[in-house]
């Protein structure tokens, strides 16, 4: 588990969840678990915090990696602000319905650049989380932009 030992700066409990949506045995989609909000998600329906129990959540099934975020309500502010995807994804869903589910989709953002984006303004649903977390305190890497390369950094880096 990511552990910076450092109190929460507010009421907001600071053990969140990255949330990895496996949609035919690949890394998809990413999300942030908050307990009390629900799913921060930036998805084609632009940024939002949707709870558990709605129904649009992603589709996929769903990997759950535990991390203490040190200055929560920093985080939750930023995922609270409204927000869209990368325009060139949108354009890419838009071509053909359906494409963010793909095996191809979760990989685009390599297309557009080898480094996290930092401005809100143009990220995918990575980008968006790992500047969260790091808005909230958490050390991020730059070269993380995928999915894929999400899941296996939780690997590595948090414990299940």
């Given amino acids: 588990m990511l552990d910076i030992q450092e109190e929460p700066q507010t ?3 600071n053990r969140w969840h990255v949330v ?11 999300g942030l678990s908050i ?3 629900g799913l921060a998600d930036l998805s084609l329906l632009g940024a939002r915090i949707i709870s558990w129990d709605g ?3 992603p589709k996929g099934e769903r990997l759950f990696f535990e991390i203490r975020v040190p200055s929560p309500g920093d985080a939750l502010d930023f995922l609270q602000r409204p927000c869209l995807l990368t325009l060139e994804i949108i354009k890419q869903e838009k071509v053909c319905r359906g494409w963010h589910l793909t095996d191809d989709a979760p990989d685009f953002v390599r297309q557009l650049r080898n480094l996290r984006s930092l401005d809100p303004s ?3 649903c990575v980008e968006w989380i790992m500047y969260a977390m790091e808005l909230g305190g958490l050390p991020m890497p730059l ?4 999915p894929t390369e999400l899941l296996n950094w939780c690997k590595t880096y948090i414990k299940r």
């Fill in 122 to 124: 143009d990220m995918n």
């Fill in 11 to 13: 009421d907001i409990q």
């Fill in 55 to 57: 129904p649009s959540l």
């Fill in 35 to 37: 307990p009390n909000y």
């Fill in 143 to 146: 070269d993380i932009l995928t």
């Fill in 20 to 30: 990895i949506f496996m949609v035919n045995g690949k890394a998809n989609h990413v």
